[in-house]
């Protein structure tokens, strides 16, 4: 019986214990991989061999190494020592640890899909690093925080006198705030950003670097995060707002318009048509405006448009930051025109004669693909099975594969 071709797509692949049997089974081999792990023996013994090879990365390491692979967010501290010399691979965020010199020493080798933080005096000590990501190196001298901090009253009390690391933000929205305590501690922030209440505007700068972005909130406005226009946001935070983020205006904020005496929007303004003169008539800041439909349906991973959706809202359905959206054949290309908008979506699967509109609606989405969503899993099958490779070909998919 004739040999098979193999075809190999990976994240990982590990050669290192590969078999000459293994690979005398094959015809041919073709390895698509991110990473591929070899061993001396394994390095010498893929030479010999009718093997096609295409890789970003190719590292040699011991049979006896482990490989540790993890999804989501992984911390290495100095207790996080491996029993035998590991691979680490992670897929979302690493944190390394102050003081962590010495479970460092029990890695080989770190590859991170995402995002990988450390102290800048760990440098020296990291081993081979590979990041499909970003990197943030801190101040070793710092105290690393969350991505963004509110400041508040526990957090004074307990502030030490030293230097706070912050990624993103600092905001300083509570002007009854006892900032010069914390002056007189010696804390300080390194961050990007700082949002400050106007009235502790002139102590709080000193709490910050040089280049530290500064915004200013209004004295008599109160802060708040992305939201939604509504009347409750109006007896919640009163009638002078600073968003710290977006602001959705649809038909359910059209009372709360007219209480609203003043706005001040660190962000997009998302307006209902109808409604942007009746906002911009007030006291307003924005960074930008967009028009928007009334119903906004956002952050679904598979979201189906139907005729009745559209039908229920007279107007219009805004779809947002979904990862698969599917147009119901039956909807025309006047009603998506009309009633539709997308934006920050990954896939819309429509039919040929909806295309179009789709795109005159669309922004920042990844693809706009003719099809439904059975023949679009038929058609990729198809490409791979039967157009890409024949049938003596055996194709193996999978995050990691071990030969």
Do not use: W
Not at 294 to 308: A, M, P, Q, T
């Amino acid at each position: 019986m004739d040999k098979k071709n193999l075809v190999i797509k990976t994240a990982l692949c590990d050669t290192r214990n590969v078999t000459e049997e293994y690979l005398n089974a094959y015809e041919s081999i073709e390895i698509k991989a991110a990473t591929l792990l070899v061993s001396r023996r394994s390095k010498e013994l893929l030479s010999r061999y009718n093997i096609k090879m295409n890789v970003s990365n190719m590292m040699e390491i011991s049979e006896d190494v482990e490989i540790k692979s993890l999804n989501g967010n992984f911390e290495i501290s100095e207790s996080t020592k491996m029993s035998k010399p590991t691979l680490l691979i992670v897929n979302g965020f690493l944190d390394i640890k102050k003081n962590s010199e010495e479970a460092l020493k029990t890695f080989v080798g770190i590859f991170v899909n995402g995002c990988v933080s450390y102290p800048s005096d760990l440098g020296n000590h990291l081993p081979p690093l590979t990041v499909n990501g970003s990197v943030e190196s801190y101040p070793s001298d710092a105290i690393r925080l969350k991505n963004n901090l509110i400041l508040d009253k526990t957090f004074i009390l307990t502030a030490k006198n030293a230097k706070y690391f912050v990624k993103n933000k600092v905001v300083i929205a509570d002007d009854t705030l006892d900032i010069l305590s914390l002056i007189e501690k010696g804390t300080s922030f390194i961050t990007k950003k700082a949002v400050i209440a106007e009235k502790l505007l002139e102590n709080a700068v000193k709490l910050f670097e040089d280049d530290t972005e500064i915004n200013v909130i209004p004295a008599g406005y109160t802060y708040v995060q992305d939201e939604d226009l509504n009347d409750l946001t109006i007896k919640k935070y009163g009638d002078k707002l600073y968003v710290d983020g977006d602001l959705k205006v649809t038909s359910k904020s059209e009372k709360a318009l007219e209480q609203l005496t003043g706005l001040t929007v660190n962000g997009t303004v998302l307006v209902l048509e109808r409604l942007a003169d009746k906002l911009l008539n007030l006291n307003i800041e924005y960074k930008d405006l967009k028009y928007i439909k009334d119903k906004i349906i956002c952050d679904k991973g598979l979201f189906s448009v139907s005729k009745n959706t559209i039908s229920r809202y007279h107007e219009g359905v805004m779809i947002c930051d979904c990862g698969l959206v599917k147009i119901d054949p039956d909807i025309t290309p006047e009603e998506i025109e009309e009633k539709l908008q997308f934006i920050d979506c990954g896939v819309i699967i429509c039919q040929p004669e909806q295309k179009e509109a789709v795109e005159l609606v669309s922004e920042d989405v990844g693809l706009i693909r003719v099809n439904n969503i059975e023949s679009h899993e038929s058609s990729d099958k198809e490409v791979d099975d039967k157009n890409l490779y024949d049938k003596n070909t055996q194709v193996i998919k999978a995050s990691t594969y071990t030969m």
